[in-house]
């Protein structure tokens, strides 16, 4: 089934600012929230579809690229959450530490009672400039945080647990009055964890994490380009007293090219041609992405004539086709002349006097017309 426009999920314009979606997907989330709509299975498929678009648009980097390529630049950039509670612990990062469901239905939600979303993490790998021809894998190492395999991520000394808060009885938050106005804060005595760790665990001095290294095998699409960002999900760092991880966000970088250059999916290249070869016509054999192929040069061909070469570019981020090869003819008089070049060429020359070309023609003709005023 195809996925919808996300401004058409969030019913705002294409040139709209981030304060308008952000409205706009506050609606559709009060809206469409599972506590307001229990058991509705319908309900909650539109709770996550306006999620996803959120997350797009709300992101600078990511709406450029839904903008370019739809939703293939989307799945780059990292749209798509598996479950409800994804939402939760994605958009309590999002909103700097407060759940934006909590501010709507009292702060005393799901999103208070699990924990911590592991940080994401970013990276960056090079490519080669023909390895997006072909889906590819690349192997990189990382350090992260990972959960402590003494104490299972818990944070406390094995055979231990951590108890119930006794300030907040385990929500994290507490509140206070004042007046009319009623606040609320980060618990004092646990740091807003719900719980408190009375003997830590000596591996991880009771954070639950430890630092590993690790090598992750990322899978580059086909047709990808450069400064587009690849997300991993759940490759980041681990989240804390069994909150989801973090995801890894890895910046591609293509190295150029001797001959190429690039421009979407289609490849751009300079093919210098001797004179004889312009004015006679020749067929040349031309490099391209997947070998050679032989492309017919037509007797009288213009220095700057384009070719195109159908199919020969890289394949298409949609996933439909392939960009094309454009080869620009560039017409090269020799700088050094052998005597019989030079005598074949001063009979041409005056042959051509005889028989002058039309641009040439007309170009003569402007002038005698110019000076003749």
């Known amino acids: 089934m195809a996925k919808r426009d996300y401004y058409e999920i969030l019913g705002v314009a294409k040139n709209a600012s981030k304060a308008e979606i952000k409205k706009a997907y506050h609606k559709l989330a009060l809206k469409h929230h599972p506590d307001r709509n229990p058991g509705d299975a319908e309900a909650e498929a539109k709770f996550k579809e306006a999620a996803d678009a959120f997350a797009v648009l709300n992101d600078d980097q990511k709406r ?17 959450f598996s479950n409800v509670e994804d939402i939760f612990s994605a958009f309590s990062e999002i909103f700097g530490g407060s759940s934006v469901f909590g501010d709507f239905f009292g702060g005393s939600g799901r999103a208070q009672s699990r924990g911590r979303r592991g940080a994401s993490l970013r990276c960056g790998i090079e490519l080669d400039f023909n390895d ?34 006794t300030q907040c009885r385990g929500a994290g938050v507490v509140m206070t009055s004042a007046g009319f106005f009623s606040m609320r804060s980060s618990c004092p005595r646990c740091h ?7 003997d830590p665990c000596s591996g991880c001095g009771g954070s639950g ?26 490759e980041g760092e681990a989240g804390e007293q069994g909150g989801p991880p973090g995801d ?6 293509i190295r150029s090219h001797p001959l190429f250059k690039r421009a ?12 004889a070869q312009a004015a006679l016509g020749a067929k040349i054999e031309v490099p391209t992405l997947r070998g050679r192929s032989e492309m017919k040069i037509s007797g009288g061909t213009q220095g700057g004539h384009v070719t195109r070469l159908k ?4 394949p298409k981020l949609d996933g439909y086709g392939r960009g094309d090869q454009l080869v620009e003819v560039v017409v090269e008089v020799p700088s050094k002349l052998t005597k019989e070049q030079s005598r074949i060429l001063r009979e041409f020359a005056e042959t051509e006097e005889q ?13 005698k017309k110019l000076f003749s005023k």
């Open 132 to 165: 997006p021809v072909e889906p590819v894998e690349k192997t990189i190492s990382l350090r992260r945080a990972e959960a402590c395999d003494d104490c299972n991520g818990s944070g406390a000394k094995a055979g231990t647990k951590p108890t119930q808060c």
């Open 64 to 80: 450029t690229q839904y903008d370019q390529y739809g939703h293939a630049g989307a799945d780059f950039g990292g749209a798509g």
């Open 209 to 234: 994490r430890k630092p590993k290294e690790r090598e992750i095998t990322l899978k580059i699409p086909a047709g990808i380009e450069d400064g587009m960002t690849l997300r991993i999900a759940g």
């Open 355 to 367: 028989n002058i070309t039309p641009e040439r023609k007309s170009f003569l003709d402007k002038v």
């Open 248 to 253: 890894l966000l890895c910046e591609v970088h």
């Open 311 to 314: 199919g020969e570019g890289f």
């Open 192 to 198: 807003g964890r719900g719980e408190v760790i009375s």
């Open 264 to 275: 979407g999916a289609d490849v751009y290249l300079e093919l210098p041609i001797g004179f």
